[in-house]
Structures are given as structure tokens and as C-alpha cells.
């Protein structure tokens, strides 16, 4: 069996469709043609070059992964998609062959159905080699290095823990067949990662209210911070002006655990804002949400505010020259310029 990566979109846009549909997609806009009658590589490089203008590299590139998707992957396969839209992974078997659906709308022409063995894994749950893989540039690929299949199979059956591997290996091993692109990586991507793990390592528990409070002082909320222990739904109060009585005011949950929350969670955060006078909430789970809290999401539009990992950390980026001292010193980081690499250029 192997492993494979199908991302949904560079921003996440098919998701919603791969996780409800229960199928993975080949979303080639305008590729409205049965991918099976092309049965070598060659016919299906023809056929990329009648249609798109593609050069020689991206050629490479993208008939690699359309073949992969058509011709390589198998009933029985694992397959990762990592959510651009949260900080979180989704694992799914393979259920189906190949299938071409003439009638589909375009982009979903070619699929393979699929069956969801776990969705929203908070990111921070895999080993850092794992991420380093799952980071690979390209929207579809097989993952070969470090036994990623065999250990995504066994977190499968220990609730999706860490097998605790720490060793970051950027080559194949003897043998191995590495697809054009599986070396190339979203450095941005990997960068959170490595942040993600220092930050749930330094502020677990009430440290991670610690870091949420130092975040609203730098974006200019006067805050109280409960004390250590039990808080009894609130964690932090938020207000602007120097006193904190201005508008909005904010009532604001931590949770740090690394497993999604459920909506009794929410429904407490709504109760306590009106036990304060809160007009407005922030609930931040690092561990992210379960789709009953996701489908609140519009409903809570103009009270509540949701924040996963993802969101914690691009606010910290956002705001890290005005953060506490203190917190700075055990989150020590360094923005860096490096070059964009575009997926067509992969390979």
C-alpha cells in the first residue's frame, strides 16, 4: 500500500467538496477528457500539450501527478490532505478506481471515491519529518521517505499521537523512486510547523492564555488574566482604552488541548459573555474545532470570534515586536526573505 498527498486547492477552495463529496478530486480546470484511454505517459503528455502552454518543466511536473492520480494510486491507499483552510490534516482510504463523470461540473471531472478515516488532526500531532513531507509543493504526490506510510497507519491506531520521531530526513532512501517535485517543500509552511511545536512545548495549559493575553496587549486591549486553575469560562477580559472600558469588550476561552472542540464548549462562552457584559467573545482551541462549532460559525458572525492554531500564530507573527518581553525570550524568532517557489517550477 502506499501513501499519497491531494491537496484541495492552493487555498483550500475544494475542500468542503472532498470532505462532503467523500472523494478526492483531480481539479485540472477544463481537463474535460477520460484520463483512461491515455494509457502511457506519452499519450497523456500529448494531450497536456494540445491543451496548455505548458514548458518543459511544469510538463514534467504536472503529468507526473495526473498519472499518479489516474494510473498509480490503488483501492487501499492512504491519502493526506492537508487543510489550507485550518491548521489541521485530513486522512482518507481509497475506496474507488478512477472515474470520469462527463456530466460533472468543471473542476470535478475526475475522481476517486474515498472513505474519511479522521479529519481535523491538529497538525501538532505528527513528527516534524512528517510535516516536512506533507509540506511537499506539489498537489499531488506519493510519500516515500522515512516508513510515512507505516507510521501514519500506526498513529491510526493510537488516537493519532506522535510516534515520537524526531529525525528530518530530506533524501530518499537506496531504491526509492521519487516523483519530479516530491523534494521541493513550502518552506513557509514547514517554518509554522516548527513554530506550532515551540509554542504548544513553552505555553501548554494557562501559558497559553499567557500568549493569547500578550497578543490583544499588542494589538491595544486593556486585559485581566485569570489566575492559574480553575476560571470558571473565563480566561482573559479584553476593552480598549488605557482603563479597559471602552468598546468592544471581549471574553475570551483558551483551550490548549490538542483535540478539536466540541459546541457545549462554544455554548459555555456564550453563556459566560452574558454573565460579564461581554458583547463579544473569542474561543481559541489549539487543538481547532469540530464541524458542530464550524457550522456556527456564521451564525456567531457579530459575537464570536474563532482562532485555531493557524489563526494563533499568524496573529503572533502579525503583532510579535509588541509582544511581551518575556514571552518573546521563550519564543525567539527571526523573519527571514526567501525566494517563491511556484509549483510549475518544481521538478
Known amino acids: 500500500m502506499a501513501l499519497w498527498i491531494n491537496r484541495a486547492g492552493s487555498h483550500g477552495e475544494f475542500e468542503k467538496r472532498f470532505l462532503e463529496d467523500r472523494r478526492i478530486y483531480l481539479t485540472w480546470e477544463g481537463l474535460k477528457h477520460d484520463l483512461s484511454t491515455r494509457v502511457t505517459k506519452d499519450a497523456l503528455r500529448k494531450l497536456l ?4 502552454n505548458y514548458s518543459e518543466g511544469a510538463m514534467r511536473n504536472y503529468s507526473a501527478q495526473i498519472w499518479g492520480f489516474c494510473q498509480k494510486m490503488k483501492v487501499g491507499d492512504w491519502v493526506v490532505l492537508p487543510s489550507a483552510i485550518k491548521s489541521a490534516i485530513h486522512i482518507a482510504e481509497i475506496t474507488g478506481d478512477y472515474t470520469f463523470e462527463d456530466a460533472a461540473e468543471d473542476p470535478y471531472y475526475h475522481y476517486r471515491t474515498v472513505k474519511w ?3 481535523d488532526i491538529p497538525r501538532s ?3 516534524q519529518d512528517l510535516l516536512y513531507s506533507f509540506g511537499a509543493a506539489m498537489t499531488i504526490c506519493q510519500v516515500q521517505r522515512n516508513d510515512a506510510e507505516k507510521r501514519v497507519r500506526a498513529m491510526a491506531k493510537s488516537d493519532w499521537k506522535s510516534t515520537g520521531r524526531k529525525h528530518i530526513s530530506l533524501t530518499t532512501t537506496k531504491g526509492e523512486i521519487t516523483e519530479p517535485g516530491e523534494g521541493a517543500v513550502d518552506l513557509e509552511e514547514i517554518a509554522r510547523d516548527q513554530i506550532a511545536k515551540l509554542i504548544i ?3 501548554k495549559g494557562h501559558g497559553m492564555a499567557r500568549l493569547v493575553n500578550s497578543i490583544l496587549k499588542a494589538q491595544g486591549y486593556t486585559t485581566y488574566i485569570s489566575a492559574e486553575g480553575p476560571d470558571k469560562g473565563i480566561d482573559i477580559l479584553a476593552a480598549q482604552g488605557p482603563l479597559g472600558f471602552g468598546e468592544p ?5 483558551v483551550k490548549s488541548s490538542d483535540s478539536p472542540l466540541d459546541r457545549p464548549t ?3 462562552l456564550i453563556g459566560t459573555m452574558q454573565n460579564v457584559q461581554a458583547k463579544q467573545g473569542l474561543l ?6 469540530k464541524s458542530s462549532i464550524d457550522k456556527e460559525e456564521a451564525n456567531q458572525f457579530f459575537r464570536v470570534r474563532l482562532w485555531d492554531q493557524k489563526d494563533l500564530i499568524e496573529q503572533l507573527l502579525k503583532h510579535y515586536d509588541k509582544l511581551d518581553a518575556d514571552i518573546r525570550a521563550d519564543l525567539a524568532l527571526k523573519e527571514i526573505w526567501t525566494v ?4 510549475s517550477e518544481s521538478g
Do not use: P
Open 266 to 268: 462554544l455554548d459555555q
Open 340 to 343: 517563491a517557489t511556484l509549483e
Open 117 to 119: 478515516i479522521a479529519t
Open 49 to 52: 500539450h494540445d491543451m496548455y
Open 249 to 253: 469588550r471581549i471574553c475570551v476561552q
Open 201 to 203: 512545548a513553552k505555553f
Open 125 to 127: 500531532n505528527f513528527d
Open 284 to 289: 481559541v482551541s489549539w487543538g481547532g474545532f
